[in-house]
């Protein structure tokens, strides 16, 4: 931007991002009048000093150096700011150092607690710290649309197979004292902005660290210089609370108001320094940009308590153990944080938020009870900032007690940015979007890595960008001096690896990859005749299969944006599981269409919004690219009688990639046989627990809330308007469920009264509405114990008693008890069958024919797989029974028939067939859940779960779609029944 006219510029906050800009401006620009407003009574924001009995300390900024600070240390020049030495030592100690305390000043400060030196975890410790600093840096390396760069700190450690030691007595203590973060707000970090700071801070060597450095006569030096250079342009006890726009010729201008309404002044322009909540309040105040709005409100900052004491208890129990900076938490706690996901109770994939619920975040700011419960942080300073006393004294921030009143200080409190993901992709946008858009600027420590250099930068680069002079030590083409390029800079240390580093990799990856991707891309090539896939990869290349017919739901090209080509390697390996397993790993995404239009609008109407995210991509792609799977897998082709068949008929059979995909699936079948039995004797318990404990309040995120029913829903059937023909669905998704439910019931016949017993009660929602609809005095059988909680908790609210019991059992040892035979008029078993697995189909018919009336009847929901496709299914393993639901099995519709007969004297009455309502049904689910993200997230969930969740919802939704599976209403009864009345219809 060229040096303009005069300006009138405002300045928010007086903060070093402020102060930063203030000088800038005021020093280098003289076309430029600056007026800054302060809301405290002191410049310096977090550069604060404070008098303890005549020694001055500073207690929050506190420390810099000159190779990841330049822009500040260059600033500090000019303006003559005087600078000493000092250290950064870092100290662990939990459980008042029982369990482990150690110093990383000296071997004797590493096994300050000397009994370490015998403890196997410790060891493991280092271990993985030395792990960390050599692969942790390969994540800068990804392209910046890979899934895999936005993965949080907690699903990094789980992923890379970190152990628990490692996050406990290091990593995660570390980071809560560096960003002074609760855990909760540690494990959810942004890895990447973590190892990017360690990168950058140099933390990730041995050898070559910076020399820290800390302000000699505390940072009120800097602040006082600033004062007296600023004069009256500074104004201090300013709060700016609101501001008013007005535009003349085009131009707009602002005029900003302190308390009590009182004006300011007006300007031409205003840099927003001040925290993003303050900033937020400002923009609302004059009904400012809605979408500006919410990117400061993603932006987010915590308050934390800060102690300057004297009080020892709150340091390492033991001297040889004190540091610079000191982390003291309970062990107990951080192993609450699931970091190891070896011990796997969730499905695949889910472990990270597994049996989580929600929380009330509000609460206190210290005590054990805290926000930083699980660890604080106490500064030494005397040893940070070579304080001439005798007396100790220290910082801590939200301590798990308070020093006591005698060593008490001063207790102050101080706001912290927060990052998150959504925080990375909410400053990138308004970065983008809104920055210098009508004249206003947005700059702090949180555009960075939220410490003193970040927010200097960022005030000087929205300082250069207004007066269009570059800073003193920069030039035209860099105006600021730019944070190094990290990801450039671990290109080129690859490059000199070792010989034996580059061996290991070509045999182990690159040979495996450039296999598999000739077979897989040969196999694509006669697998794909019709519609359009395209392969795009990290270089740019595209490689496109198919006719460009219709093919799945649509015409438009579905595309495959492939991050990692070890992709090929684990489809080549698992096929349609390798699929799946490499979606949930990040290593691909499918790419929205840019017009929406182009859209089937059954599978993306107009106005559903866009769920595509960097995290899982489109969604409604996914559907896509399955749906055109399954278009090629059955194209029409020659018919043999007495044969079924599974497979690409266009593919050739013997091509290399499928044969090595038989032997993956052959192993995963094995696993799946030997692990994920649904026998009585455990099996089933476990494979439940897996799925439906995941947590109530993760399944209330898209469930409808007034029935909470996890099975297909029945919509309105319409006619379709022309030019479409068949029938269309509408209606909610509430409305659909309590349809179904009286479908149900109604294809039961329930009379008042009866004695019914629901299969797989799931939430209670059927139960629910058969005792409130028809009186019945219903019996809930189910192995979910969670299910059974929330269940009893809406019986009890609806105040149902009495006429409600449920129970956690396996149905065959509830068929054998003597008091239940004979005893239910009605069983009920909605989309339970599919948890009993093929081999104990018999037992199902055979328990439910234990506890039916002889008049009794029993009612079905089932999702069932295609006759000719039944036995090959039998033989293999698919994304739903080895991870979603372990041990599953849909079975056909011949096979429950036959069971029946085997196991029982019932017959089937009647079927329904209500699969394209539950390829609804999904679609809503899967809306309902993305929208719903910031929830599942702070329930605990991470990326690799927000993809296996969507591949779910998007798998099963294709299958019913494409008519690949079915759900169908059942009706069973013994011959001669008399308590079902014939089906009739009255016709015009």
């Known amino acids: 931007r060229a040096v303009g006219p005069e300006r009138k510029v405002a300045i928010v906050g007086g903060g070093v991002s402020g102060l930063s800009a203030a000088?800038?401006?005021?020093?280098?620009a003289p076309h430029v009048t600056v007026a800054l407003f302060e809301a405290e009574d002191r410049l310096g924001g977090h550069a604060y000093t404070t008098d303890v009995d005549g020694v001055d300390v500073d207690i929050g900024f506190m420390v810099f150096n000159e190779s990841n600070y330049?822009?500040?240390?260059?600033?500090?020049?000019?303006?003559?700011?005087?600078?000493?030495?000092?250290?950064?030592?870092?100290?662990?100690?939990?459980?008042?150092?029982?369990?482990?305390?150690?110093?990383?000043?000296?071997?004797?400060?590493?096994?300050?607690?000397?009994?370490?030196?015998?403890?196997?975890?410790?060891?493991?410790?280092?271990?993985?710290?030395?792990?960390?600093?050599?692969?942790?840096?390969?994540?800068?390396?990804?392209?910046?649309?890979?899934?895999?760069?936005?993965?949080?700190?907690?699903?990094?450690?789980?992923?890379?197979?970190?152990?628990?030691?490692?996050?406990?007595?290091?990593?995660?203590?570390?980071?809560?004292?560096?960003?002074?973060a609760s855990m909760e707000d540690v494990l959810q970090f942004p890895a990447v902005q973590l190892i990017g700071f360690m990168c950058n801070h140099k933390m990730l060597q041995i050898m070559d660290r910076p020399q820290w450095k800390t302000v000699a006569d505390r940072s009120k030096t800097y602040t006082l210089k600033m004062q007296e250079i600023l004069g009256k342009s500074a104004q201090t006890s300013t709060p700016i609370v609101s501001m008013t726009k007005t535009d003349v010729g085009g131009e707009p201008s602002y005029e900003l108001f302190t308390t009590d309404s009182k004006s300011v002044g007006v300007f031409d322009e205003v840099i927003f320094a001040c925290h993003t909540p303050t900033s937020k309040q400002i923009v609302e105040s004059m009904n400012g940009d809605s979408g500006l709005v919410d990117l400061l409100s993603k932006i987010e900052y915590a308050d934390n308590v800060v102690y300057v004491h004297s009080d020892p208890k709150l340091m390492p129990a033991r001297r040889r153990a004190w540091a610079s900076w000191n982390c003291l938490g309970n062990s107990e706690l951080l192993s609450s944080y699931k970091i190891d996901s070896s011990k796997q109770e969730a499905f695949e994939g889910a472990e990270s938020g597994f049996g989580n619920k929600a929380t009330d975040e509000s609460g206190e700011l210290e005590g054990e009870k805290g926000r930083m419960k699980a660890v604080y942080v106490t500064y030494w300073l005397?040893?940070?900032?070579?304080?001439?006393?005798?007396?100790?004294?220290?910082?801590?921030?939200?301590?798990?007690q308070k020093p006591s009143e005698e060593a008490t200080h001063k207790r102050v409190i101080m706001a912290h940015p927060q990052f998150t993901p959504a925080t990375l992709a909410a400053r990138k946008e308004l970065e983008e979007e809104y920055q210098g858009k009508d004249g206003l600027w947005f700059c702090g420590a949180w555009g960075g890595y939220g410490f003193h250099e970040d927010g200097c930068r960022s005030g000087f680069q929205a300082a250069t960008a207004v007066s269009g002079v570059p800073l003193p030590w920069g030039d035209e083409k860099e105006m600021v001096m730019a944070p190094p390029n990290l990801a450039l800079v671990k290109a080129n240390e690859s490059n000199v690896t070792g010989i034996f580093s580059k061996l290991y990799k070509k045999l182990t990856y690159d040979l495996p990859v450039v296999v598999c991707k000739k077979f897989m891309l040969y196999f694509l090539e006669k697998a794909v005749k019709r519609g359009t896939l395209r392969v795009k990869m990290n270089d740019g290349t595209v490689h496109s299969f198919g006719d460009g017919s219709q093919c799945g739901c649509d015409n438009s090209p579905v595309t495959m944006r492939v991050f990692d080509e070890w992709t090929f390697v684990k489809i080549a390996w698992e096929y349609d599981l390798g699929l799946a397993r490499s979606y949930m790993a990040g290593h691909f995404t499918v790419e929205s269409l840019k017009d929406p239009t182009h859209y089937n609008a059954v599978l993306r109407p107009l106005k559903e919004r866009d769920e595509t995210t960097t995290a899982i991509g489109d969604p409604v792609g996914l559907t896509r690219l399955l749906l055109l799977m399954v278009g090629n897998r059955?194209?029409?082709?020659?018919?043999?009688?007495?044969?079924?068949?599974?497979?690409?008929?266009?593919?050739?059979?013997?091509?290399?990639?499928?044969?090595?995909?038989?032997i993956g699936m052959v192993l995963n079948f094995i696993r799946y046989r030997l692990t994920m039995d649904n026998s009585e004797r455990g099996g089933s318990l476990k494979n439940i627990h897996a799925h439906y404990d995941l947590s109530n309040d993760l399944f209330r995120t898209f469930l409808d809330p007034e029935t909470l029913m996890y099975s297909s829903a029945i919509y309105d059937a319409v006619k379709a308007p022309a030019p479409q023909q068949g029938l269309v669905l509408r209606g909610t998704l509430e409305e659909a469920q309590w349809r179904k439910l009286d479908t149900l019931l109604d294809r039961a016949q329930v009379q008042p009264g009866q004695?019914?017993?629901?299969?797989?009660?799931?939430?209670?929602?059927?139960?629910?509405?058969?005792?409130?609809?028809?009186?019945?005095?219903?019996?809930?059988?189910?192995?979910?114990?969670?299910?059974?909680?929330?269940a009893e908790e809406r019986v009890a609210k609806e105040g149902l008693g009495h006429l409600i019991n449920f129970e956690v059992i396996d149905y065959r040892t509830f068929a054998r008890r003597p008091d239940n035979l004979g005893k239910f008029d009605r069983v009920l078993s909605c989309e339970m069958i599919e948890a009993v697995g093929h081999d104990h189909l018999t037992e199902f018919y055979w328990a439910v024919e234990q506890v039916l009336k002889p008049d009794g009847v029993l009612v079905m929901e089932a999702i069932t797989t295609p006759e000719e496709r039944y036995e090959p299914y039998l033989r293999t393993t698919d994304f739903i029974n080895t991870i979603i639901f372990p041990g599953s099995c849909c079975p056909s519709l011949h096979a429950l028939v036959d069971a029946a007969y085997k196991g029982s004297n019932l017959s089937l009455e009647h079927i329904d067939n209500i699969g394209l309502h539950y390829a609804q049904t999904l679609a809503d689910w899967r809306r309902r859940f993305n929208a719903k993200e910031d929830f599942v997230r702070k329930l605990g969930f991470d990326d690799v779960f927000f993809r296996a969740w969507n591949y779910y919802l998007s798998y099963c939704e294709a299958g019913f779609y494409a008519r690949n599976v079915n759900c169908l209403i059942l009706v069973f009864a013994r011959q001669g029944c008399t308590a079902l009345t014939p089906l009739h219809e009255t016709r015009a």
């Open 634 to 662: 059955d194209a029409p082709g020659k018919h043999v009688p007495g044969t079924s068949k599974k497979g690409y008929s266009m593919a050739n059979p013997l091509n290399a990639g499928l044969l090595i995909s038989k």
């Open 70 to 180: 330049p822009n500040m240390t260059r600033w500090f020049e000019k303006i003559s700011v005087p600078e000493e030495n000092t250290d950064m030592s870092l100290s662990v100690s939990l459980d008042g150092g029982k369990t482990v305390e150690w110093n990383s000043d000296s071997l004797n400060g590493i096994f300050a607690r000397r009994n370490q030196a015998f403890n196997p975890s410790f060891y493991a410790m280092i271990k993985d710290m030395l792990r960390f600093n050599k692969e942790a840096s390969d994540l800068l390396l990804l392209t910046e649309d890979d899934p895999r760069k936005l993965v949080t700190t907690g699903q990094y450690l789980r992923n890379n197979g970190y152990s628990e030691a490692f996050g406990k007595y290091y990593l995660l203590p570390m980071m809560a004292a560096l960003w002074s």
């Open 382 to 400: 005397n040893r940070l900032q070579n304080l001439k006393t005798d007396k100790e004294i220290f910082v801590s921030l939200n301590p798990h």
């Open 23 to 28: 000088w800038h401006l005021h020093t280098n």
């Open 755 to 790: 004695t019914v017993l629901d299969i797989g009660f799931g939430w209670g929602g059927l139960s629910l509405h058969a005792a409130k609809k028809y009186g019945c005095k219903v019996t809930g059988i189910t192995l979910s114990v969670e299910q059974k909680a929330l």
